[in-house]
């Protein structure tokens, strides 16, 4: 019988100690850990065997559920009765999470643990054949001290020496010059949003990025309140509020970003959502590149007699065109605008350095093909 960590109870252990962490709350062993961590950064850079630190971020998260968890285990497949998902628990709770916390996990995708050289393993003892021999050394003697805890106490005392870490060094930053995207037209624009979303979804990180940095440029950064993905307190409706300019309490649109296939039942599901907080006007992107187009004149018409104004758009083509059609900018400034915003909420909703490090790349004309 393998071990099952409760992911409700894990996320709700990691707000926890996060807000510890912010209130300085120490203890030997936290401070123990906060050193520890400091040395396997140093040893473990991004894009030099980061993974190890989420794999030790995991360990540590999955010991504050159960202190008889195999520290060592990736999968349940190791066929133990201490062996648990490290892989589950990764995507389920820390790739959800640490966006909104702000923590940088070392390897900041969907899959945190889904990288070489854990493909494939179900133990992280029985890696081989690792470039970075001095991090992955580390990472055994951390996991070596992690498996003697047999409190929960210790293991949350642990965690929150890596979240002391972790929540300070994070770096994903957008850096590029005032005039960066000075070069772009509408259609290389385009061109450059729809290559961004061939690198993945990142839980709809990206798109809500897109979405937001386009409305950002048309209504006004200070009029744009973005929902981080997951996050257990926001108090508008969908993932994206433009406000009032007049009124920052009240809410003009609302706008729903799905990156996935979606029908009538999830357009109708926004306006309900929407409704119960009395805002009247839905913008809902449906822009997966598998969504069927539909005229959704049923969906339409239920809007109109609830009183909601609803459009539907289902391509970044068409959308970001209206953006950049009824802003104020002139045609420079709308183009290198709209890339900047792109950019800044790319970093601000956490997605990978990988996504961030892309669009930086669009800086310039000479990386534009």
């Known amino acids: 019988m393998t071990i099952n960590i409760d992911h409700l109870q894990a996320k709700k252990i990691l707000f926890k100690e996060y807000q510890n962490s912010l209130d300085n709350i120490e203890d030997t062993i936290s401070i123990e850990w906060t050193g520890r961590i400091e040395r396997l950064t140093e040893l473990c850079p991004y894009r030099k065997s980061s993974t190890f630190v989420a794999a030790l971020g995991t360990a540590m998260l999955a010991k504050t559920i159960d202190p008889g968890v195999d520290v060592y285990c990736l999968l349940e497949r ?3 009765d201490t062996s648990y998902s490290a892989r589950s628990l990764a995507d389920n709770v820390w790739a959800k999470s640490r966006a909104l916390l702000g923590i940088d996990l070392g390897a900041n995708g969907a899959n945190p643990l889904n990288n070489t050289p854990f493909i494939g393993k ?9 470039r970075n021999k001095n991090g992955y050394a580390f990472l055994i003697e951390c996991l070596n001290l992690l498996a003697t805890y047999t409190t929960t106490d210790d293991a949350k005392s642990a965690l929150r020496g890596f979240i002391n870490v972790r929540r300070n060094d994070f770096q994903s930053v957008f850096s590029v010059g005032e005039e960066a995207g000075d070069y772009l037209v509408l259609p290389t624009l385009i061109d450059a949003v729809e290559e961004l979303m061939k690198l993945g979804s990142e839980e709809g990180r990206i798109a809500q990025s897109v979405a937001s940095g386009c409305l950002a440029v048309l209504f006004g950064s200070d009029n744009i309140d973005v929902g981080h993905v997951n996050d257990p307190d926001r108090n508008f409706p969908l993932d994206i509020a433009i406000h009032s300019p007049s009124d920052s309490n009240s809410i003009r649109i609302a706008v729903e970003v799905k990156d996935k296939p979606v029908g009538s039942a999830e357009i109708l599901s926004s306006i309900e959502k ?5 805002v009247d006007n839905v913008v809902f992107l449906a822009v997966s590149n598998r969504q069927v187009i539909d005229q959704y004149i049923e969906v339409y018409e ?3 007699d609830m009183g909601c104004k609803l459009s539907v758009y289902f391509s970044w083509e068409e959308f970001i065109k209206s953006c ?3 802003s104020s900018d002139n045609a420079v400034l709308n183009m290198a605008s709209t890339y900047q915003a792109i950019g800044n909420y790319l970093t601000e909703l956490g ?4 996504a961030v490090s892309f669009w930086e790349g669009k800086a310039s004309s000479q990386n534009s093909t």
């Open 122 to 130: 179900a133990r992280i003892d029985e890696i081989r054949n690792v």
């Open 78 to 80: 190791d066929g133990s």
């Open 351 to 354: 997605v990978s350095q990988n």
């Open 324 to 326: 950049i059609t009824f």
């Open 274 to 278: 929407a409704k119960s907080l009395d």
């Open 302 to 304: 239920r809007a109109r």
